[in-house]
């Protein structure tokens, strides 16, 4: 059997009951050449978005994914982007270690390697931009479990703390400090299996806006997670507070704490259950719904599609995809009726968990951590 069927056949058993396609090999997101788009009522008709551009939020047209791995994927950087010049770089380990450690990217390209696919959105994400903050790639890099286990964590060590090289002055109290963009895991979060300190993503160096030429690849986490431009690691003994732990990107919700009703804060982590259909196509007279499905890593059952007040119907899950990568789904549309449709699609895990609408959600503050039903309003011409 060839490596990639052995591959599949993973892919099938990871993937639980869910409806597979029989069309392995064409690409879920590739349109055929008499395929055209159906117009979104929810979307401006000449919607489109700027191309990358060094030091800016880029957010994809996700109605034009061509590709399992995105060949254009959303960036983010708070502090704008640094140049980090390979010559000098080095990656530090240090605090409550045994062995403070430094590696040069050369040092760490001659460590054992893994690739993975994962897939991810900033925990902003949502349907103000069409779900355009995702991505999708195959990511190289150096297990971080490895990495810690040559440094040695101390006893005392709880808490991992990943620097970038980008800084920005924050006003912190009514003062300015300047301050590194860094994000933090528990040690137990931090020493899982699929953790990288990645160096490639789709076969390539990493493009300077997606970190070169180190950043951290936490499989099942928003982006935030994924601290580019890595230059230090260090370990202490107290949760990490900075901004963007311990002040943005955290969610409010109200929730049952224990039998009581509170509004809890809390820092955006995992990645949510959550789907969302961003493009319907026609072919002769069949149209397609596409979306994807994104969650923590979780084995998905099924990912559903509802039309109108309809039956939630099983959509096609992409063969390729895996633990971590995301889900493409297809769903084909028989016999629409010309006008106006509302779609919607929803994922369930295989615990059972289900992607719920945004009204049934815990009341939630703040734009972090949209994962509710996504409904998307169309038009079929007759
Ligand atoms: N050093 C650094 N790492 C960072 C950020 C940043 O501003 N600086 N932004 C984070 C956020 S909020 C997201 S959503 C992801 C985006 O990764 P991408 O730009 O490669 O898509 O990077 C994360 N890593
Ligand atoms: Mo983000």
């Known amino acids: 059997m060839s490596i990639e069927n052995k591959e599949r056949r993973q892919v099938l058993k990871g993937l639980g009951a869910g409806l597979l396609a029989a069309t392995a ?21 000449d919607y489109d978005v700027p191309p990358v551009e060094p030091g800016s939020t880029h957010i994809i047209n996700t109605r034009e994914i061509t590709n399992f791995y995105s060949r254009d994927f959303y960036v983010v950087q708070h502090y704008g982007q640094p140049d980090v010049p390979v010559e000098q770089y080095k990656l530090e380990l240090t605090g409550l270690v045994n062995r403070p450690l430094s590696f040069t990217l050369d040092e760490l390209k001659a460590m054992p390697s893994r690739e993975i696919d994962a897939g991810f959105e900033c925990g902003g994400n949502g ?15 150096v297990s971080l479990r490895e990495v810690l286990n040559q440094a040695g964590i101390q006893d005392l060590g709880r808490e991992i703390v990943f620097f970038g090289a980008d800084q920005g002055t924050e006003e912190i109290r009514g003062r300015q400090v300047e301050q590194s963009f860094a994000r933090s895991l528990s040690v137990e979060d931090a020493m899982s299996d699929d953790n990288l300190i990645v160096y490639e993503m789709n076969g390539m160096p990493l493009e300077p ?31 990490y507070m900075g901004r963007f732990m311990g002040r943005d990107y955290v969610t409010l919700k109200h929730e049952n704490v224990g039998g009581e009703d509170r509004w809890m804060e809390t820092s955006v982590a995992r990645m949510n259950l959550k789907s969302a ?50 889900k493409p789904f297809h769903y084909e549309w028989r016999n629409a009726s010309p006008g106006e449709h509302t779609i919607v699609s929803r994922v369930t895990d295989i ?32």
């Open 25 to 45: 090999g064409v690409p879920f997101f590739a349109m055929a050449q008499n395929e055209t788009l159906v117009r979104f009522l929810d979307m401006p008709e």
């Open 127 to 141: 349907g103000r931009m069409f779900q355009g903050l995702v991505g999708n790639a195959r990511w190289r890099g």
């Open 209 to 239: 806006h997606h970190g070169y030429p180190v950043r951290m690849l936490i499989p099942g986490f928003y982006g935030v997670a994924n601290v580019k431009w890595l230059t230090q690691i260090h370990v202490q003994d107290t949760r």
């Open 277 to 326: 259909i961003v493009r319907v196509t026609r072919r002769n007279n069949i149209h397609r719904i596409s979306g994807f499905a994104l969650n923590d890593g979780t084995p998905i059952r099924s990912i559903e599609v509802k039309i109108d007040d309809g039956p939630w119907m099983e959509a096609m899950i992409d063969p390729q995809a895996s633990q971590y990568s995301w």
């Open 351 to 382: 615990n059972g968990r289900v992607q719920l609408p945004q009204e049934q959600l815990p009341e939630r503050v703040s734009y972090w951590e949209e994962f509710g039903q996504f409904p998307r309003r169309v038009l079929i011409e007759g």
